[in-house]
């Protein structure tokens, strides 16, 4: 039985914010979030102002996730962040975003490992794919997304979905050309691309059930004036959402949108 994917909006802050700034964009934003119903609304603040927004949002309907994390449990690995130690403080983690990717090394084979560490730990996975321009341009969306999916996901087992039947692994769709430039993808272009090449390539490895009941995000441009397009596509499910997270006017906006 498939399960009705629930909207879900997560703002990922990326290197922005002190924990003071941080403690008060997400006073400023609780009001209007919590307002929005039927939504699951995460934010991603950097890991120093973890601690600090998962005590302000104690009691809330938000959840709150971490950017990236190590595959190992613990270890020497100067400045990483073990899955076990996200696990104290947030429910979700973004695994292989794309600037991870670009200037930090990551591939498909270290997105893999970190994506069984965290669903061993209880944490539930943002997976990023994307093309980049001259791919996209070069027509490789397909091959290039189908080979991040495959990749990613090798021998990663599902934990039982709990009762209200929810994947626990998100997909985000973010077009490296469409992240920070101002210019997004179309809503019916990206709606194409996870409905004709994400969905059909999870539903290879995890089955038709899990392809339609997971929750596949479009990332890459989201404002507050665009948002209620993307979520009107039939095969996109929220939003991960980098500048516009930042400010109270553009993200509380983008989750009501999704909302509605
Ligand atoms: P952007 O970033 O919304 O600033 O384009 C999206 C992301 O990197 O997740």
Known sequence: MTTKRIPF???????????????????????????VKGVEKVLCPPYTSLLAVKALLE????????????????????????????????QYVIIGHSERRTYF????ETVNRKIKAA????LIPI????????????????????????????????????????V???????????????KAATSTGADSVIGDIIRPAVAKIFGDEVAQ??????????????????FAQPNIDGALVGGASLKVEEFVPIVQAAGN
């Open 9 to 35: 909006v997560a703002g990922n802050w990326k290197m922005f914010k002190t924990i003071a700034e941080a403690r008060q964009l997400v006073s400023e934003m609780i009001p209007g979030l919590q307002a």
């Open 59 to 90: 009691g809330t309907d938000i959840g709150c996730g971490a950017q990236n994390m190590h595959w190992e449990s613990s270890g020497a690995f100067t400045g990483e962040i073990s899955p076990n130690m996200v696990a104290e403080l947030c």
């Open 105 to 108: 090394g990551e591939t498909d």
């Open 119 to 122: 669903l061993i730990n209880g």
């Open 127 to 166: 997976m990023c794919i994307g093309e980049t321009l001259q791919e996209n341009e070069a027509g490789l969306t397909k091959q290039v997304l189908e080979k991040q999916i495959t990749g990613g996901l090798v021998e990663v087992v599902l934990p039982k979905a709990n009762q209200t039947g929810k």
């Open 168 to 182: 626990n692994l998100i997909i985000a769709y973010e077009p490296v050309w469409a992240i920070g430039t101002g």
């Open 213 to 230: 009941s997971m929750q596949i995000l479009y990332g890459g441009s989201v404002k507050a004036s665009n948002a209620q397009e993307f």
